[in-house]
């Protein structure tokens, strides 16, 4: 059955679709453009937390659960205590996210939520395929994974999985003002993996074990490393766990914005919007928006210089090195925050920095790695 035909049609609720439809109902270049959103499930769920550093006030502020003016950076070679301002690192829920996204995207009469599972979509007749009806729109914006990417062995593959505690413990064991970005002293079998930590209180955090590997890892894996942290380097052996938090995220220099056109963008984890380096999509998700809305307005195709070619070349390079010789993560991170200054490394992890400070940036975690990385991937 072919149903209505839309303007745009954004597949896929989750953080990029409903960030992006936000910016679309906000913005009066769009009013009165008939838009769906279609998605297997809006059902609300409370299975992740997400987290971005940003300086001053934010849209997002009214939605954060809790945010850190310091943090700290920890390693059997190093022990560094970050002061991040002008930043903060800030954290908000999926849950207090989706729950505001679609209320206001409900005060819209442009927009319909679709419950339906898209299987293809046709860029010569412009069709979605769903299980339930058929979709048109005179543009697409899909956050699906392309095929390609799980079939492909061209493209190094590292994937950040983790999984996390939420905790209460008996006796106070965090530092409520300072969070931990990676604690590297308990690391499974020369593996890039280490310890994070968000405290909410003296008593509450969440403890999460991560992993940067080329492998994924069975579920008693994080369970043992979670609890021996706990237990060996927060002394605390009395503790209620209130929730869990698991999850896997690619990091990967496979060429996801080969499959923008005039007619569908790419977008989300789908779009390459993860970045490769660090696995943080949340910022990055609300500057390609505001790109893409950009560029719409302006008459160019949505995903018009949404990426800058010299930071795709940086990612695929650590991330070779990451796959070839992941003993090695410890070392490459430590010398990333000795040598630089919190603001040099957030400005390049936003993707901010000219080609002297990129240079900068380099010299600091030199190693013959990545020397042999670059020749690997980019050959003349």
């Known amino acids: 059955m072919l149903g209505p035909v839309y303007f745009y049609a954004i597949v896929g609720g989750g953080l990029a679709g409903l960030q992006l439809a936000l910016r679309l109902k906000d913005d009066v270049f769009f009013k009165g453009k ?16 997400w987290c971005f550093w940003e300086k001053g006030h934010g849209r997002w502020d009214a939605l954060i659960t809790a945010e850190w003016q310091k943090g700290k950076f920890i390693s059997t070679i190093a022990n560094e205590h970050l002061d991040l301002a002008p930043y903060s690192y800030k954290m908000l829920t999926s849950e207090d996210f989706f729950e505001y996204a679609l209320a206001e995207i409900g005060k819209s009469k442009d927009f319909i939520l679709i419950e339906d599972e898209i299987s293809e979509i046709d860029p010569v007749t412009m069709k979605a395929i769903g299980k339930n009806k058929t979709y048109n729109a005179t ?11 799980y079939e492909t062995n061209e493209h190094t593959k590292i994937y950040q999985h983790f999984k996390g505690y939420h905790i209460k413990s008996e006796s106070p064991v965090f530092t409520t003002n300072q969070f931990t970005m990676m604690d590297f002293r308990l690391r499974y079998k020369n593996s890039t993996s280490f310890t994070y930590i968000l405290p909410f209180s003296e008593n509450e955090a969440l403890v999460e074990y991560t992993f940067f590997t080329p492998f994924l890892t069975e579920e008693t894996i994080y369970n043992e ?9 927060l002394k605390s052996d009395y503790y209620e766990i209130t929730k869990e938090e698991q999850g896997v995220i690619p990091m990967t220099d496979f060429p996801f914005d080969k499959n923008n056109s005039d007619k569908i963008t790419k977008i989300g984890t789908g779009g390459g919007w993860v970045k490769g380096s660090t696995g943080y999509a949340f910022k990055h998700t609300e500057k390609n928006i505001s790109k893409i809305i950009e560029n719409i307005k302006s008459g160019h195709e949505p995903s018009k210089d949404l990426f800058r070619k010299k930071y795709k070349i940086y990612d695929a390079i650590f991330l070779d090195v990451l796959a070839r010789r992941n003993d090695k993560g410890e070392q490459i991170f430590s010398k990333f925050y000795r040598k630089n200054s919190v603001e040099e490394i957030f400005a390049y992890l936003d993707e901010e920095t000219s080609f002297s400070e990129d240079l900068k940036i380099m010299f600091s975690l030199f190693d013959p790695e990545f020397i042999i990385s670059f020749f690997r991937k980019f050959r003349f």
């Open 139 to 149: 543009h697409f914006f899909d956050s699906r994974i392309p095929s390609a990417y």
């Open 34 to 49: 008939k838009i769906a959103i279609i998605d297997p499930s809006f059902k609300i769920t409370k299975d992740k937390t």
């Open 225 to 233: 490393q979670l609890q021996h942290y706990i237990s060996t380097y």
